[in-house]
Protein backbone atom coordinates (compact mmCIF):
# COMPACT_ATOMS: atom_id res chain seq x y z
CA UNK A 1 0.00 0.00 0.00
CA UNK A 2 1.63 3.01 -1.20
CA UNK A 3 1.78 5.75 1.70
CA UNK A 4 2.61 9.49 1.71
CA UNK A 5 2.68 11.73 4.44
CA UNK A 6 2.95 15.57 4.13
CA UNK A 7 4.71 17.65 6.54
CA UNK A 8 6.30 21.40 6.94
CA UNK A 9 2.63 23.20 6.45
CA UNK A 10 1.92 26.61 8.60
CA UNK A 11 1.91 30.00 9.26
CA UNK A 12 4.50 31.91 7.46
CA UNK A 13 4.37 36.07 6.61
CA UNK A 14 4.50 37.69 3.17
CA UNK A 15 8.00 37.54 1.81
CA UNK A 16 8.82 34.43 4.14
CA UNK A 17 10.08 31.12 3.53
CA UNK A 18 9.08 27.09 4.57
CA UNK A 19 10.14 23.90 3.35
CA UNK A 20 7.47 21.13 3.18
CA UNK A 21 8.36 17.48 3.04
CA UNK A 22 6.62 14.27 2.00
CA UNK A 23 7.72 10.68 3.26
CA UNK A 24 6.94 7.93 0.70
CA UNK A 25 6.32 4.48 1.67
CA UNK A 26 4.94 1.12 -0.48
CA UNK A 27 6.97 1.85 -3.89
CA UNK A 28 9.80 1.98 -5.28
CA UNK A 29 10.33 6.21 -4.68
CA UNK A 30 13.68 6.17 -6.54
CA UNK A 31 12.09 4.95 -9.78
CA UNK A 32 8.64 7.11 -10.04
CA UNK A 33 8.41 11.02 -10.62
CA UNK A 34 6.85 12.77 -7.81
CA UNK A 35 4.70 15.92 -7.75
CA UNK A 36 3.47 18.87 -5.59
CA UNK A 37 0.39 20.21 -6.37
CA UNK A 38 -2.08 23.14 -3.95
CA UNK A 39 -5.48 23.60 -3.68
CA UNK A 40 -6.59 26.84 -2.50
CA UNK A 41 -10.20 27.77 -0.43
CA UNK A 42 -12.47 27.59 -3.73
CA UNK A 43 -10.19 26.52 -6.60
CA UNK A 44 -9.01 23.91 -8.10
CA UNK A 45 -6.18 21.55 -7.40
CA UNK A 46 -3.13 22.73 -9.38
CA UNK A 47 -0.06 21.64 -10.59
CA UNK A 48 2.71 23.44 -8.28
CA UNK A 49 6.30 21.04 -9.50
CA UNK A 50 7.43 17.95 -10.42
CA UNK A 51 10.69 16.33 -10.46
CA UNK A 52 11.52 13.21 -12.81
CA UNK A 53 13.12 10.05 -11.31
CA UNK A 54 17.27 9.75 -11.29
CA UNK A 55 16.63 7.74 -14.42
CA UNK A 56 15.12 10.48 -16.36
CA UNK A 57 17.48 12.83 -14.88
CA UNK A 58 15.54 14.20 -11.78
CA UNK A 59 14.43 17.47 -14.48
CA UNK A 60 12.09 19.67 -12.44
CA UNK A 61 9.62 22.09 -13.78
CA UNK A 62 7.34 24.42 -12.25
CA UNK A 63 3.86 26.34 -12.35
CA UNK A 64 4.94 29.91 -13.61
CA UNK A 65 3.15 31.50 -10.76
CA UNK A 66 6.07 29.80 -8.38
CA UNK A 67 9.00 29.84 -10.93
CA UNK A 68 11.93 31.35 -9.15
CA UNK A 69 10.55 31.00 -5.95
CA UNK A 70 10.01 27.35 -5.23
CA UNK A 71 12.23 24.82 -5.19
CA UNK A 72 11.39 20.82 -5.79
CA UNK A 73 14.01 18.18 -4.75
CA UNK A 74 14.21 14.49 -3.62
CA UNK A 75 16.57 12.51 -1.46
CA UNK A 76 15.82 8.82 -3.03
CA UNK A 77 18.01 7.46 0.18
CA UNK A 78 15.19 8.77 2.14
CA UNK A 79 12.36 8.45 0.27
CA UNK A 80 11.40 11.80 0.81
CA UNK A 81 10.07 14.81 -1.45
CA UNK A 82 10.64 18.37 -1.05
CA UNK A 83 9.43 21.80 -1.49
CA UNK A 84 11.49 24.76 -0.65
CA UNK A 85 9.10 27.77 -0.85
CA UNK A 86 10.87 31.28 -0.85
CA UNK A 87 9.17 35.08 -1.02
CA UNK A 88 6.01 33.47 -0.44
CA UNK A 89 2.83 35.28 -1.05
CA UNK A 90 -1.11 35.11 0.46
CA UNK A 91 -1.52 34.09 -3.30
CA UNK A 92 0.27 31.08 -2.03
CA UNK A 93 -2.16 30.13 0.59
CA UNK A 94 -3.67 26.45 0.08
CA UNK A 95 -3.32 23.14 0.90
CA UNK A 96 -0.16 21.46 -0.41
CA UNK A 97 -0.51 17.74 -2.08
CA UNK A 98 2.55 15.57 -2.74
CA UNK A 99 1.68 13.11 -6.03
CA UNK A 100 3.28 10.06 -7.50
CA UNK A 101 1.43 10.45 -10.62
CA UNK A 102 1.32 7.10 -12.37
CA UNK A 103 0.20 5.48 -9.26
CA UNK A 104 -2.70 8.00 -8.60
CA UNK A 105 -1.30 8.14 -5.34
CA UNK A 106 -1.65 11.35 -2.97
CA UNK A 107 -1.04 12.21 0.40
CA UNK A 108 -3.25 14.22 2.98
CA UNK A 109 -2.08 17.42 2.38
CA UNK A 110 -0.48 20.02 4.51
CA UNK A 111 -1.86 23.14 5.07
CA UNK A 112 0.03 26.74 4.30
CA UNK A 113 -0.95 30.23 5.20
CA UNK A 114 0.97 33.09 4.26
CA UNK A 115 -0.76 36.09 5.84
CA UNK A 116 0.53 39.33 8.41
Known amino acids: QVQLVESGGGLVQPGGSLRLSCVVS????????MRWYRQAPGKERELVAG??????????YYADSVKGRFTISRDDAKDTLYLQMNSLDPEDTAVYYC???????WGQGTLVTVSS
Open 51 to 60: ITSAGFGSTT
Open 26 to 33: GLGFSAYE
Open 99 to 105: NVPSRNA
